[in-house]
């Protein structure tokens, strides 16, 4: 593959040792492709997509069939891919993976685009609010706190534990004071939207 993008035979089996010592592959050089397992296979093509040192990669699906440990490999070596400046063009469904990942994302829904941008952006754009999980001093009950102004939900996790779903209006401190007015907390902690919580919401009741 390297030969057919204008590398010497030389610098392409330099390259390629390289990336199979990367992917833990370089026992199985030898070994016919069909009989690598799909995660070794995914692995492969990987290589064989950028040996070449390309400005610019269109990967599609390229964590599938890699379990977890595999997954973070591809991810590392993605990254390193971008610090080297590639462009990576990435299709992927595993959401959690590519935010890790993207510094731009598109969200398709039905071949249609439904969000595009940042991750701030997006989060804007969604207008789906942080959740605040509070752990109090003493039990209480969900029933017990009002809807305030920015709150959406509140879910009872366990006695003393709720979570409180905010809209993206909600000024926190402010929240915080209210629920201190209240009771006792011993801990609490804000959680973003993820990519894979703002695609569910902005293609809800589309299927």
């Known amino acids: ?16 040792q390289k990336w199979l010592e990367k992917f833990d592959l370089h026992e199985r050089q030898k070994d ?10 995914q692995k492969v093509q990987l290589i064989s997509a950028i040996i070449h040192q390309p400005a610019i990669v269109f990967l599609d699906e390229p964590f599938s069939g890699l379990d977890p440990v595999n997954q973070e490999k591809v991810i590392e070596f ?28 598109l969200l398709m829904d039905q071949g249609r685009a439904a969000l595009y941008g940042s991750m701030q952006e997006i989060r804007q754009k969604s ?28 879910l009872q996790i366990d006695e003393c534990e709720l979570n409180f779903s905010l809209n993206p209006t909600c000024h926190v401190p402010t929240l915080l004071q209210s629920l201190l007015s209240e009771q006792s907390i011993e801990s609490l902690q804000t959680q973003q939207p993820s990519l894979h919580d703002i695609y569910l919401n902005s293609v809800k009741g589309a299927a």
């Open 78 to 105: 993605l990254v390193m891919l971008k610090q080297q400046g590639t462009t990576i063009i990435l299709s992927a469904h595993q959401m959690s993976l590519v935010e890790k990942l993207a510094d731009r994302f």
């Open 1 to 16: 593959m390297g030969q057919l993008k204008g590398m010497s035979r030389a610098d392409a089996q330099s390259e390629a």
């Open 127 to 154: 207008q789906l609010g942080s959740t605040l999980n509070v752990h109090f001093s003493e039990p209480v009950n969900a029933s017990d706190f009002d809807l305030k102004e920015g709150i959406n939900d509140i």
């Open 32 to 41: 016919p492709l069909k009989t690598l397992s799909k995660g070794n296979q």
